[in-house]
């Protein structure tokens, strides 16, 4: 590897996370006759700058959520939409992103962005706590849990990679090159979706098998798009500029507009759903 691919890699860490600021909607999400609609949106961040990558606990009305500070050093925050209460859950001299809950409901584990250019996973108690660090040998932009020792996860280098990691052994594998970022448990399965992004033409939705270790195509894109989340029902809902579309992969043949009350002026990007399906969290360009 030169001089300049060395110099690139380095920089991959800050160019993934310099992002414009944005804000945290949530909606009620309804699910009619086969049709999405939201409606009530409510911004639950109200905060200059950057918060983003939203996740909902899976039994509480909580959603994670990370947010730079005056310093410009991204912390976890959750916002419980019962109460209307925001709580800081981490206030540390590193960078948190991607929080995510670990299969025993315990912890967050996310993304931890140090000074020196690293990028570890580690994971932090809920309740609040130190970090313990689980994977530190590589560079992790995302990830997703397929259960308590295994992950899937998004690597960054000269070419971004899925790779299956096992926590306990720490062994790992490529699975595919030239991914997005956008890594999910498809319910009702024990596969994991993701973006592939070898065709420039056309982006494909896939579903990795983890105990086949087998690949298949879901379905294409919507073009340019790669920000998505999964309904528990097994509907798609994705984001493209300032809509917001939805499909049934097993049953429909193209996307479909979610309908909202009032349109979208901003770009939307990362969406959430909540585990009944009633709440859908997006994130918009401020």
Known sequence: MNRISIAFLLLLPVLTFAQAGSEIYLFDLKNKKGELSISNGKNITNHKGYDNQPAFHPDEPSVFYSSFNDDGRADIKSYNY??????????????????????????????????????????????????????????????TWIDPEQLMIFVLGETNTLQLYNIRTKEHEVIEEKIGRSLHKIPGDDAISYVSKKTEAAWVIKKFEPQAKATADIFNTLPGSEDLC?????????????????????????????????????????????????????????
């Open 82 to 143: 019962k109460t209307g209460v925001t709580t800081s859950i981490t206030t540390t001299s590193e960078r948190e992103y991607s929080p995510t809950i670990t299969p025993d409901k315990q912890f967050l584990s996310c993304i931890i962005q140090r000074d020196n250019n690293a990028q570890d996973l580690g994971k932090y108690p809920i309740k609040g706590g130190e970090a313990v660090v689980l994977i530190n040998d590589l560079i992790v932009g995302y990830h």
């Open 230 to 286: 999964w309904t528990p029902d097994g509907k798609i809902i994705m984001s493209s500029d300032t809509k917001i579309y939805f499909i049934d992969p097993n049953h429909d043949k193209e996307w479909k507009i979610v309908t909202l009350q009032t349109p979208f002026t901003s770009k939307v990007s990362r969406l959430a759903v909540s585990k009944d399906g009633k709440k859908l969290a997006v994130v918009v360009a401020e």
